[in-house]
């Protein structure tokens, strides 16, 4: 079964205190990407890479790392994580080729509750 | 980069009734695809429906259908005999291919199904 995990699901931690958000992906796709999702904003790409070694930003990098040292792990890195990154995130990769190898559907994690204090 | 916007934060319908939710986007492009997604209280993003740009018919997926109207770039979902289980928030999104299949999302909507 096709599958893209998250962990930890939930995490509550503290203002500086550096942390990781872990996503995996089963699907073998080059491309994946994490977004956060706020009220009233929807959800806003952070970054997104299209291949292994191979990362750019989206909209909202600030504050935030990736790495993607292997096709299938593309972890999240807060170096100092603040109280304006409590949000949603959710990881994101993509199936369901069309007409050109085009990806039809963007295939979400679980999703991660954050919360900086 | 591009926009997406949805007008309506909150909408409600009766259970068994029609309701439409609006999509607007802004692109020069003319080859993308657009999308709704469904997230229900349990937080999975769940994909609803797709529509190819390029392709004039609107998409139906059973009681799900869009009105797509490429040049006023609108692109509208209406969900018939509304169920208590499509209570949730919806999301519209834009895709591009030429971005590497980057998504845009809109800001959402939240629809409650009245029993």
Redesign the interface.
Known sequence: EAQVTQNPRYLITVTGKKLTVTCSQNMNHE?M?W?RQDP??????IY?S?NVEVTDK??VPEGYKVSRKEKRNFPLILESPSPNQTS?Y?C?A?RDR?P?G?????Y?G??TRLTVT | ?QT?T?SQ?EMSVQEAETVTLSCTYDTSESNY?L?WYKQPPS???I?VI?Q?AYKQQNATENRFSVNFQKAAKSFSLKISDSQLGDTAMY?C?F?K?SA?????????TSLTVIP
């Open positions: 491309y990407s977004y009233g904003l929807g959800l806003r790409q997104y299209m989206g909209d949603l959710f994101a993509p069309g050109g085009v990806f039809l559907k963007e979400f679980p999703g | 980069a997406v949805q934060p695809y999308f937080r999975q993003m994909l797709r190819e999301f999104a895709m291919p590497g299949n980057q998504f845009y999302f809109g800001t959402g």
